[in-house]
């Protein structure tokens, strides 16, 4: 049976068997388990930003609005301070328009991390805060002013900015609701120090509504988020073997096609075809529960191995397949070919069990990095399996009289 299976067990071979993990690589799981939490709130949050810059047309039509009433009302009431902030408005305003409309396809389309959707939140944020600032004092400078008719076009441009801010960016509450608060907040203030019961019940029903809209946008944020990590989750899982928490074909395919080009502007990539030499026995001994565990425990080794950058999946079965990327001599291919062998050559606990097994590996290096990664794999295969033929046709031969 050695010399088939070539195990050894401390419980004896095809024993009774209670599945647990060594802590090792409960430790391994618990980091995978982290990382993969960590990048999905970074893909939620990247996907928040994103719809900041969805539709420029409200701001423009705020632009359009802000104006008229601007001018209306500085018509009817000429006052050197309005205009100055006025004009301020406008100009911030503009300000913001241009810098959505230049960050905009960057925004909706480019791969970005979360460190460029925090410099692009910033670049919306920052002016849109700016022109919440200068309406709010807008807004408070009409009031101290003795026209009803321009009160009642300004609370009309306040409350419709607000509608718009909650519409827009209610899904960044750290911008929407500073924009609502410092738009809507001097007016009720100004309008307030009126002292007139229709003024201050305007003040108060105002606030209410600034309350309920303020709910309604962390209601929303927190929907919205939740929504959208299910389906990044969802999508993530597609993408990832359940067993492993490896990336599977479909992951790998996708990662090679996104940083080939990026990753290896100049140099090689290297493509590893793995299989476990005497892996069945463990199934067919132990039972799949321990052949799973023993697959996990392979994928842990195989994720210490790499660097960072470059990608390890699972394609099925006990095949793996790990990609290098960047590399500037072949030879760096072949010396991760032989630690990964004599990583997994190292005896596995699981359980009450000491297994071993082996990794057979083929190995194909490309300098081209438009090549498609499917040949690759195949052609690293065909290797895997000339290697298996080689080490066949060596293996000492039995003869009986």
Not at 191 to 206: K, Q, R, W
Not at 279 to 295: E, I, R, S, T, W
Request: hydrophobic residues 50%; glycine residues 8%; charged residues 20%.
């Amino acid at each position: 049976m050695n010399a088939v299976i070539n195990l050894i067990t401390l419980g004896g071979l095809c024993s009774p068997l209670v599945v647990a993990e060594d802590k090792q690589q409960r430790r391994e799981e618990r980091e995978v388990l982290t990382t993969s939490n960590e990048s999905l709130t970074d893909k939620v949050y990247v996907e928040l930003v994103r719809s900041l810059y969805l539709n420029i047309m409200p701001a423009v039509i705020l632009w359009i609005a802000f104006a008229l009433t601007l001018g209306l009302i500085y018509h009817e009431q000429p006052d050197d301070l309005l205009l100055v902030l006025g004009c301020a408005g406008l100009v911030v305003s503009t300000a913001r328009l241009a810098v959505t409309q230049f960050l905009r396809g960057k925004a909706l389309t480019a791969a970005i991390d979360r460190m460029e959707a925090r410099k692009i939140e910033l670049a919306f944020g920052l002016p849109y805060i700016g022109f919440s600032l200068l309406l709010g004092m807008f807004g408070a400078r009409v009031f101290w002013l003795l026209s009803p008719e321009s009160h009642m076009l300004m609370i009309c441009l306040v409350v419709g900015y607000c509608a718009g801010v909650a519409t827009g960016a209610g899904l960044r509450p750290n911008i929407a609701l500073p924009g609502m608060a410092l738009a809507v907040g001097p007016t009720i203030i100004a309008a307030a120090m009126h002292a007139d019961p229709i003024y201050v019940g305007m003040s108060v029903i105002a606030f209410a509504f600034l309350m309920a809209g303020a709910q309604s946008v962390l209601v929303r944020h927190s929907t919205v988020r939740a929504e959208i990590a299910k389906r990044l989750a969802s999508v993530s899982l597609a993408r990832h073997d359940t067993l492993t928490t490896l990336p599977n074909r479909l992951g790998l395919r996708e990662y090679y096609e996104n940083n080939a080009s990026t990753i290896s502007p100049n140099g090689l990539i290297a493509v590893h075809y793995l299989d476990l030499d005497r892996f069945k026995p463990v199934n067919d001994c132990f039972g799949h529960a321990v052949g799973d565990a023993l697959l996990s425990a392979v994928a842990g080794r195989l994720r210490g191995a790499i660097r960072n950058g470059d990608i390890v999946a699972r394609l099925g079965g006990d095949e793996f397949a790990v990609i290098q990327f960047g590399l500037r001599r072949a030879e760096e291919a072949e010396l991760l070919a032989r630690r990964i062998s004599a990583s997994i050559a190292q005896p596995f606990s699981i359980g009450d069990h000491s297994l071993s097994v082996t990794a057979c590996i083929g190995t194909v290096v490309s300098h081209n990095r438009n090549e498609r990664l499917d040949l690759l794999l195949q052609e690293a295969d065909e290797k895997l399996y000339d290697r298996k033929r080689a080490r066949h046709d060596h293996a000492p031969r039995v003869v009986t009289a």
